[in-house]
């Protein structure tokens, strides 16, 4: 049971749900002149109960810099998915 692309529900009904990415940050590059976000720990926490609640796959990433983000390794980390019985129309 795939979903349109532009659906406003997203289907439940898979085995595999999909996967949360959750980018939490704390610290910034101190040329960014940015304070510590005091509570995203507790935040990331909250996210990954509700996301697996919801029988999510939840992969964390903390701190993580620009650079490190749009790096292959997690683009090569949707890309290599393994996606038959998820919520995903190919």
């Known amino acids: 049971m795939p979903v349109e692309k532009d659906s406003e529900v997203y289907n ?3 085995k595999k749900r ?4 959750i980018f939490n940050h ?3 590059d101190p040329r960014l002149g940015l304070k510590e976000r005091s509570g995203t720990n507790t935040d990331c926490t909250n996210l990954i109960k509700t996301f697996e609640e919801l029988q999510l796959e939840v992969k964390p990433f903390k701190d993580l810099t ?17 996606l038959p019985n998820n919520n995903y129309k190919k």
């Open 18 to 21: 999909g996967i949360a990415l």
């Open 66 to 82: 620009y650079k490190q983000m749009v790096r292959l390794e997690i683009e090569n980390f949707c890309k290599n998915l393994d």
């Open 12 to 14: 439940m009904n898979h």
């Open 26 to 28: 704390l610290s910034f």
